[in-house]
């Protein structure tokens, strides 16, 4: 049998899946430590809501869009958060068929722990790049996903095109 190493997983394996962080939500820390915004994997900052990649991706350029206010419900945001959003998720698509060319996309928001949300309590949604063949038989069988490029080169492949568009200062 062939073995296929993750090592990054076990941090997402061995958390309890709740919001953490210093301040005791991930989201709410990651885009105000402007000193880590590469480390954080944050790619740009909005007026109301910012673009970061996930840490446990499903699929390789897997971002998040996420408002900066703290809230599980949908109907909570306001009009400008909603738009900034939109915006977000829009350019996102964009620069992932610039950078990475996939062949369509998968967008989605878990709203609460039974629908999926590995957060559930800060709202986010989810940007994924899908290929053909892209879905294969070790995540059946296996429980395995293949993540083909390492997160920090995705970051470097991706923050450019980012920066091009809404300028260079996170």
Not at 21 to 43: I, K, S
């Amino acid at each position: 049998m062939e073995t296929q190493w993750a090592p990054w997983r076990m941090e997402y394996i061995l958390s309890d899946g709740e919001c953490g962080g210093p301040n005791g939500c991930v989201f709410c820390d990651h885009p105000g430590r402007t000193d880590r915004l590469a480390e954080n994997l944050v790619l740009c900052r909005g007026p109301k809501a910012y673009v970061m990649m996930n840490r446990f991706p499903y699929n390789n350029g897997h971002l998040l869009v996420i408002p900066y206010r703290h809230t599980a419900e949908l109907g909570s945001l306001d009009a400008d958060e909603h738009l900034d959003v939109a915006r977000l998720i829009a350019a996102s698509i964009d620069v992932l068929r610039e950078a990475v060319c996939p062949g369509g996309f998968n967008l989605g928001v878990n709203l609460g722990h039974i629908a999926g949300a590995g957060i559930v309590d800060h709202i986010h949604w989810h940007v994924v790049p899908r290929w053909a063949g892209d879905t294969n038989f070790m995540p059946v069988l296996a429980d395995v996903k293949s993540i083909p490029e390492h997160l920090a080169s995705t970051y470097a492949r991706l923050r450019p095109h980012f920066a091009s568009r809404f300028g260079d200062a996170l």
